[in-house]
C-alpha cells in the first residue's frame, strides 16, 4: 500500500449570497474567482439529487479552490467544517471583523481553536501556518 499519495483538489461549499461569498473569498481569505459556470439540471441531478440548475463559482489562488455552489436557502446544522490556514491570524481576524465576521474561539485541554461562520453560516476551523 503507498501512503501519502492522497490531496484535496477543491472544497465545495454552499452559499446564499453571491456578493457576500465573493467578500469571504477573495477580501478575507485572499482567493480570487477564476470562473463561473452553470451545473445543469441533469448533471445536478445525476451528482447530488437536485432537480435544478446550480451556479458555481471557482476561486483558486494556485493552491487553495473552493467551489462555490449558490442556494437560497440555508440548510440544518451539520458537523461539516473545513479547516484552512493563514499566514497570520490576526490579520486574519481583522478581515473578519471589516466585513462584519465575528471569528470566535474555543478552548479545549489548554488549547485555543479559532474558528468562524462565512455569510452562508459554513463553519471554518483556521490555523496559523507554521514557518520552516
Aim: aromatic share 12%; hydrophobic share 40%.
Amino acid at each position: 500500500m503507498i501512503i501519502g499519495e492522497t490531496t484535496i483538489h477543491h472544497v465545495a461549499v454552499m452559499c446564499t449570497d453571491r456578493v457576500k461569498a465573493e467578500i469571504f473569498f477573495t477580501k478575507i481569505l485572499g482567493v480570487v474567482r477564476v470562473k463561473n459556470f452553470l451545473l445543469s439540471a441533469e448533471m445536478a441531478n445525476a451528482i447530488f439529487r437536485v432537480s435544478e440548475k446550480v451556479e458555481i463559482d471557482v476561486f483558486d489562488d494556485g493552491c487553495t479552490r473552493f467551489e462555490v455552489f449558490y442556494e437560497k436557502s440555508k440548510r440544518k446544522i451539520l458537523f461539516e467544517h473545513v479547516c484552512i490556514e493563514v499566514k497570520r491570524k490576526n490579520d486574519f481576524i481583522v478581515r473578519c471583523k471589516e466585513y462584519g465576521l465575528e471569528p470566535f474561539e474555543v478552548q479545549k485541554d489548554g488549547k485555543t481553536f479559532l474558528f468562524v461562520r462565512d455569510f452562508s453560516d459554513n463553519l471554518y476551523e483556521v490555523k496559523e501556518q507554521v514557518v520552516g
